[in-house]
C-alpha cells in the first residue's frame, strides 16, 4: 500500500467547472506539497502547506494534519489546466510521492 | 531562473547496453536527486546525492548506480539495461537546507528493447 494515495486517478471536466483533487496519507508528516507536470515537460511546485490553507489565484490547497488529508482545487477550470498534479509528502528526510492525478480540462 | 537539464529527452537502448543519463544544474544547489516516475507508481527516488562524490541510496537502487564528480553534475548508470528499466526518468535538484523545495528537469523517456 503506498504511503500516499491520490483520488481520483483520472479526472475529466468541461471548461469552467470546479474541480477538485485529493490526497490521503497513513504517516507522519511535517508538510505536504502539490506539484504539477505539464505533458512532456518537467514538475514544478504549487504549494506546500503544514497547516490550514493557501491559494494561489484559481488554485486553492487545504490540509487537515488531523485526519491526514489534503484537497487542490481548481476554480473555472481552463483547458491549460490539463496536466499531472502530484501530491507529495515531507516524510523523514525525503519526499514520498502519490501516483498523481491526470486531469483533462475539455472545451 | 533556476535551471536543471537533462541530456536527451528521450532514449532508446538495448537490452545489455550501458546507458548514462546527465543532469546539470545552474543553481550551485548542494543535493541532487534521480527518480524514475512510472504509471500508476509516481515518482520513486534511486539515488541522491548531497556533496560531490556522496552519494546514497533511495527506495530502488538495484540495477543502477551514480556519480558525482562536480558540484553541477550528476550522472545515472545503467549497467546493463533491462526491459523493466523502461520509464521516465526525472532530476532534480535542492539546496542542503531545504531538501524538500526541489527543482526538476524536463526528463528522459527511456525506452529498453
Known amino acids: 500500500k503506498n504511503e500516499v494515495e491520490q483520488s481520483p486517478q483520472n479526472l475529466t471536466a468541461q471548461e469552467g467547472e470546479f474541480i477538485t483533487i485529493n490526497c490521503s496519507y497513513s504517516v507522519g508528516i511535517s508538510a505536504l506539497h502539490w506539484l504539477q507536470q505539464h505533458p512532456g515537460g518537467g514538475i514544478v511546485s504549487l504549494f506546500m502547506?503544514?497547516?490550514g490553507k493557501k491559494k494561489h489565484g484559481r488554485l486553492i490547497a487545504t490540509i487537515n494534519i488531523q485526519e491526514k488529508h489534503s484537497s487542490l482545487h481548481i476554480t473555472a477550470s481552463h483547458p491549460r489546466d490539463s496536466a499531472v498534479y502530484i501530491c507529495?509528502?515531507?516524510?523523514?528526510?525525503?519526499?514520498?510521492f502519490g501516483a498523481g492525478t491526470i486531469l483533462r480540462v475539455k472545451s | 531562473d533556476v535551471k536543471v537539464t537533462q541530456s536527451s529527452r528521450y532514449l532508446v537502448k538495448r537490452t545489455g547496453e550501458k546507458v548514462f543519463l546527465e543532469c546539470v544544474q545552474d543553481?550551485?544547489?548542494?543535493?541532487m536527486f534521480w527518480y524514475r516516475q512510472d504509471p500508476g507508481l509516481g515518482l520513486r527516488l534511486i539515488y541522491f546525492s548531497y556533496d560531490v562524490k556522496m552519494k546514497e541510496k533511495g527506495d530502488i537502487p538495484e540495477g543502477y548506480s551514480v556519480s558525482r564528480e562536480k558540484k553541477e553534475r550528476f550522472s545515472l548508470i545503467l549497467e546493463s539495461a533491462s526491459t523493466n528499466q523502461t520509464s521516465m526518468y526525472l532530476c532534480a535538484s535542492s539546496f542542503r537546507d531545504n531538501s524538500y523545495e526541489q527543482y526538476f528537469g524536463p526528463g528522459t523517456r527511456l525506452t529498453v528493447t
Open positions: 507529495a509528502v515531507e516524510y523523514g528526510n525525503k519526499l514520498v
Open positions: 502547506l503544514s497547516s
Open positions: 543553481m550551485d544547489h548542494e543535493n
